[in-house]
């Protein structure tokens, strides 16, 4: 079935002709200490009579050096260390600062051609129109200070890959049925139990499991779980290397998100060895975030980006599911057996000017809610062991109530990013009404007016249709995270890219438009990555 739609060598060489010793160090320092004893004893007998000294022809020892080591370049760390470090960079302002002053005062001392031209020009100064020019450039010169210091670097998002499972990895419901009856974990109450929810997930014929729970009897170990891993990533980020044209080695930023299987060495080091990227890379290994944790990643990209100028960001988003099927007997636990599938996403994200012409989106902001302090949004989606020992996650029913809260903190700032100046003040002025008259409704603003696509976690069918009723979307609107539930399952944080590239797909994204990824995940968590697409899209199914 298709789918719907990059190290400095020490400096080894020493001079030529150097000065050896074939004495300890500590042999000249000792000659050192008695020649100063001699010219002590010298200079306490210098007030008496000079007596003749007898002549000698025995000649002075050759005063002898220690070996010079030789002095290595400083590192490209050691050299980011000195600029990043603040007070380093105050003081060279400061010493630039002084010899500037210095030089106009020389100037103003020796030439009388500089004398005269700062004359005239205070003497334009006291004339109104001289005032208001000097104002002005004043104010220019200000506020392109302010933008160079206070904006932030653009961050592009140069184009994303998502793992294609191969066809033998297909999980239909009659195949899920028999593995589920073979593995010999469930009893026959749990077994129908799982049999019903399939047919209510919202997840179609097409979706995949892992080798490791594919096989007979499922082998839900650490060696399997690495497997998964490494399929699933070299699937992703070779595509995406092979559609860009960009280079392990041209990657300074490196960040990999999966919530349950967190080996050692991480994850991260597995993907720098997997393609021998360089040794000073930024490598971050996010664990535990859940499936809102790809925004995360998105989130710490762009805030390294700003700070490591001219550079790639590579961000990995996957969860692994081998060693996390449940094999337990409680219900609230079991669920995730029928929801989750095998996925993963590489995204690039750049800062790099000579990229924007080939990009496909420009990052407007991220937004991230955190419920985690209050208790029941804390466990409301928690890994544990049950009485018998077996670890799962466990969903509790207050789930769907705690994601809407999530939700309307999240976009109580996000509609004054996306939400046109009318929708924004429609909301206010009827926020001003309910203050004088409590029984008066709060407006509830269009997003649609805002943002033209919106990718909504594929977390299952319950949440799709709570967001389309809550956000009072159209069909078109939620046909993206529709699709994707269906043709890949609930594929954790990357399925919000599995929907975008649905979108690519459509042929409706066009120059403009805005992209909304909303995502939740444990702890509890909200979270938000608007883009701005910077091509119109046709029908990418052909080289996407």
Request: charged fraction near 20%; include cysteine.
């Amino acid at each position: 079935m298709s789918e719907p739609t990059p190290e400095n060598p020490p400096q080894t060489a020493t001079p030529e002709t150097q000065v050896s010793s074939t004495e300890p160090l500590k042999d000249v320092q000792s000659q050192t200490s008695e020649s100063s004893k001699e010219a002590q004893v010298t200079q306490t007998t210098s007030s008496q009579p000079a007596t003749p000294q007898p002549t000698t022809t025995e000649s002075k020892p050759e005063r002898t050096y220690a070996p010079l080591k030789p002095w290595p370049y400083p590192s490209a760390d050691q050299v980011d260390l000195v600029f990043q470090d603040s007070s380093s960079v105050i003081t060279i302002g400061r010493v630039i600062g002084v010899v500037a002053v210095g030089a106009l005062i020389s100037l103003w001392q020796t030439n009388p051609i500089f004398q005269q031209t700062i004359k005239e020009a205070f003497a334009i100064l006291n004339t109104p129109a001289g005032l208001i020019l000097f104002g002005l450039n004043l104010l220019l010169v200000g506020f392109l200070i302010y933008k160079k210091i206070f904006s932030k670097v653009p961050v592009y998002l140069v184009d994303f890959a998502c793992f294609e499972p191969p066809a033998d990895m297909f999980v239909p419901n009659e195949r899920f049925i028999k593995l589920m009856r073979a593995a010999g974990f469930f009893d026959e109450e749990l077994c129908q139990f799982q049999e019903k929810l399939l047919t209510r997930t919202g997840l179609g014929q097409e979706t995949s499991f892992p080798l490791g729970i594919l096989s007979s009897p499922p082998k839900l170990n650490m060696e399997f779980a690495r497997q998964e891993f490494d399929q699933v990533s070299k699937g992703a980020i070779d595509d995406l290397f092979a559609k860009t044209g960009v280079k392990p080695k041209d990657i300074g930023i490196l960040i990999v998100n999966c919530s349950l299987f967190n080996p050692t060495p991480s994850m991260c080091a597995r993907i720098i060895n997997l393609y021998k990227m360089r040794s000073d890379i930024q490598s971050y290994n996010l664990s535990g975030m859940g499936c809102s944790a790809s925004v995360i990643a998105v989130h710490l990209a762009r805030d390294l980006l700003q700070i490591y100028p001219n550079t790639y960001a590579l961000i990995f988003s996957t969860e692994n599911i081998t060693q996390n099927w449940y094999t337990g007997k409680e219900k609230n636990m079991v669920v995730s057996n029928t929801l989750f599938r095998v996925g993963g996403a590489a995204i690039l994200l750049s800062n790099k000017k000579s990229v924007v012409k080939k990009s496909k989106f420009e990052l407007v902001d991220t937004y991230r809610t955190h419920l985690g302090a209050q208790d029941d949004a804390y466990q409301s989606v928690y890994q544990l062991e049950d009485s018998e020992g077996k670890k799962g996650v466990r969903l509790t029913q207050d789930l769907m109530r705690i994601a809407e809260k999530g939700l309307t903190l999240n976009l109580t700032y996000l509609s004054t990013i996306v939400l046109p100046y009318d929708e924004q003040l429609k909301y206010v002025i009827s926020f001003l009404k309910r203050k004088f008259n409590p029984s008066s409704a709060l407006y509830q603003p269009d997003f649609k007016k805002g943002i033209q696509h919106f990718c909504i976690h594929a977390g299952g069918r319950a949440i799709i249709d709570g967001l389309e009723k809550s956000l009072q979307l159209e069909e078109r609107h939620v046909a993206p995270s529709r699709a994707t539930l269906y043709r890949y399952g609930n594929t954790s944080s990357s399925s919000i890219w599995y929907e975008l590239r649905y979108i690519e797909r459509s042929g409706t994204l066009k120059a403009g438009d805005i992209v909304w990824q909303i995502a939740l995940g444990s702890g509890f968590k909200c979270n938000s990555g608007v883009w701005r697409s910077l091509k119109t899209v046709k029908n990418r199914k052909a080289n996407n």
